[in-house]
């Protein structure tokens, strides 16, 4: 699974204990494994810091380098 560290903060959805959603920033430096990637919504499932996170695919690829390649 492709690996991408942050270069910049970028935006992100998780969900908590109790299924609410929280919208937060994803730290410089922070590395986040593509689970499943969407060309219709534009959005990327992943994993960052052991939890599940949403970000649009177009900010990892333009604010995040590419550090292992790998299908989504």
């Given at each position: ?12 959805v ?20 593509v ?7 534009g959005?990327?499932?992943g ?21 292992r390649?790998?299908?989504?």
């Open positions: 699974m492709p690996q991408y560290h942050l270069r910049e903060d970028i935006p992100a998780s969900y908590d204990a109790d299924g609410k959603v929280k919208v937060f920033k994803l730290p410089v430096g922070a590395v986040v494994t689970e499943i990637a969407s060309q219709e919504t959005l990327v499932d994993v960052w810091d052991g939890r599940t996170v949403s970000v649009f695919a177009q900010d990892l690829t333009t604010r995040g380098e590419l550090v390649k790998g299908a989504a």
